[in-house]
């Protein structure tokens, strides 16, 4: 059956923000509507689906990602709840020895551990943040090789812009020396690439598996489809072709692998590699091996906060007389957003720092100089985090029609009294990070991502962070958030179809359905109620995001291919368990 009628809940359509029922007719929405309607339109030509209260939304789509590191992360001990360093020490001693038995990741880490049969496989952990321990520091080298046992360890700090390694990784890599070895097994810059690429020797079928299970897991967050930031630093050109040929790129956007039966999350490439001249831009995007929609992403004009390498104007409030890296001049800035534009590609680049945003704000003038403003603004040009803009950086990045790819959860992570941004720049700059309603309110476009590995995907989180802000200067609507997760994200990338992203008549199927326990209207702004189930509004209600639960998936589906189904959702009597207990895996 092509047709199946889904009935019984909410949808949420412009088309009518009443409507409680949705026909999909193959790839394609073909109607929304009330019950009464549906249950006239109803016939045995049908498959229906009871949706007993579910929510359907146009699906998520995550603007900044990287797959295979996230398939790696979730491969690997999981530190992001570690409460403290010696909890972290404890999870990695447990996993060294095998003696996980429960646990987020355990068998996967055990996987891992036994996947070359011998006991040199390196342990990947991932997600350690010292900010949040009490003793405010990762663990060294010495401490590593005693909680397992001399085993060669890598842990990504939680940005992924520096790790800890422990002596065994340390010698074998050949990291005393190089740029970036800060001692004690701390490691940035180019002694942290290194690490991290000896610990990737992967087969083909390994890698494979780590993008399958992130893409999975997007699939069961609700996301149709994620943009892939690869760069030479990141991946190399052949992990962006079996990505590609995976779910089979921008050019078959069905995320369908031919033959395999696999429905998987679109995915929309980017590759982060400077380019001087047109030739040389030529050159790098026929070498990839596969298409990619432009030469923008984490091409780094500097690093993160957290690892001290975000680019600032002034020092590091907790590191005095340090200001961050830079990778990028304003000149190599210039060339790439020049060239970029002279061939209509879109250009970007990773910054978070002021000072880098300084650097970026200024190549994009220059370029705007020499090939005209026009082909600036036509290429559709995308800043990645954009953490540190002032007031001249955001009407800067509206006129030259620059879409910034923000994180909101970051600033949950890390915004607030006393938290990382406070730590590491003081209040007074801490107060000024993410200002996402300035984008908005300047013209900015904006969509949103998660960077994961660095923050998990979950879609409703990064909602709820934008929501609530930690500066209610910065808050918008929840109806803002989740069309900067949805509609914008396509719109960032230049999807050629209009009404992908929206659950309208004659719009690609494309959409999630959701176990919600309220719906409302939520707002940003304190001065006014800060939400409504009135009808009268005539606003598509949205999962109320303040109750501490997050709505949960029961179904995901790209152009009309079922990705993600949780056991029995569509079949008569799934929906007669009661709310939040319909099967869906914990």
Not at 507 to 523: G, T
Request: aromatic content about 6%; proline content about 5%; overall charge negative.
């Amino acid at each position: 059956m092509t047709l199946t009628l889904y009935r019984n809940g909410s949808v949420y359509s412009a088309a009518d923000p009443f409507a409680t029922a949705m026909l999909v007719d193959g790839d394609t929405v073909a109607w929304v509507g009330t019950e009464h309607a549906a249950a006239s339109l109803a016939d045995q030509r049908m498959h229906q689906v009871d949706l007993d209260g579910a929510l359907i939304t146009p699906g998520f789509i995550d603007s900044h990602v990287h797959v295979t590191e996230t398939g790696i992360a979730l491969a690997s001990v999981d530190l992001t709840a570690a409460r403290s360093l010696a909890e972290a020490l404890a999870l990695l001693a447990a996993a060294s020895t095998d003696a996980v038995a429960t646990g987020a990741g355990s068998a996967a880490v055990r996987a891992s551990l036994r996947a070359a049969g011998s006991g040199a496989v390196p342990i990947r952990g991932h997600g350690w943040d010292e900010t949040r321990w009490p003793e405010g520091r990762p663990p060294t080298a010495d401490e590593l090789d005693r909680a397992t046992g001399g085993r060669e360890v890598y842990l990504s700090r939680i940005d992924v812009h520096s790790g800890v390694v422990s002596s065994a990784l340390a010698a074998r890599a050949r990291l005393h020396g190089l740029d970036g070895w800060l001692g004690e097994g701390l490691v940035a810059r180019s002694a942290h690439a290194a690490a991290r690429d000896a610990t990737r020797t992967f087969s083909t079928a390994q890698r494979t598996a780590y993008q399958l299970r992130a893409l999975h897991a997007a699939a069961a967050a609700g996301y149709v489809a994620v943009v892939e930031m690869s760069a030479p630093h990141v991946g190399s050109a052949e992990d962006l072709q079996l990505l590609a040929g995976l779910t089979c790129g921008p050019r078959n956007p069905s995320g369908t692998q031919a033959g395999a039966g696999l429905a998987l999350p679109q995915v929309l490439p980017y590759w982060g590699q400077a380019v001087s001249s047109a030739d040389e831009a030529r050159s790098v995007l026929a070498g990839l091996g596969t298409e990619v929609l432009g030469l923008a992403g984490d091409l780094n004009i500097d690093g993160s906060i957290g690892s001290h390498s975000a680019l600032l104007r002034e020092p590091y409030a907790d590191s005095a007389g340090s200001r961050g890296t830079q990778y990028l001049s304003v000149d190599q800035v210039t060339d790439h957003l020049a060239v970029t534009s002279e061939l209509g590609i879109q250009g970007g680049f990773h910054l978070i720092g002021d000072a880098a945003m300084d650097i970026a704000v200024e190549g994009l003038r220059r370029a705007a100089a020499r090939v005209g403003i026009e082909k600036v603004r036509a290429a559709g040009h995308r800043f990645e985090h954009a953490e540190m803009a002032d007031d001249d950086a955001i009407a800067a990045l509206a006129a030259h029609s620059v879409t910034v790819s923000v994180q909101p959860s970051f600033d949950a992570l890390w915004g607030g009294p006393g938290a990382l941004y406070q730590t590491r720049l003081g209040k007074a700059r801490a107060a000024t990070l993410n200002p996402i309603a300035a984008f908005y309110a300047a013209g900015v476009p904006v969509c949103f991502g998660s960077d994961a590995p660095v923050t998990p995907m979950n879609p409703w989180a990064s909602v709820r962070a934008a929501l609530s802000h930690h500066q209610s200067t910065a808050r918008i609507s929840a109806r803002a958030a989740f069309l900067g997760h949805s509609r914008a994200g396509w719109r960032a990338v230049r999807e050629s179809d209009p009404l992908l992203g929206q659950l309208v008549p004659g719009a690609p199927a494309s959409f999630a359905v959701w176990d919600v326990a309220e719906l409302m209207v939520q707002v940003a702004d304190d001065r006014v109620q800060s939400w409504s189930t009135d009808p009268r509004a005539r606003t598509p209600l949205l999962p109320a995001l303040d109750a501490g639960e997050d709505p949960q998936c029961l179904q995901t589906v790209h152009r009309g291919v079922q990705l993600h189904s949780v056991p029995g959702f569509g079949t008569a009597g799934f929906g007669t368990a009661e709310p939040g207990d319909r099967g869906v895996p914990g």
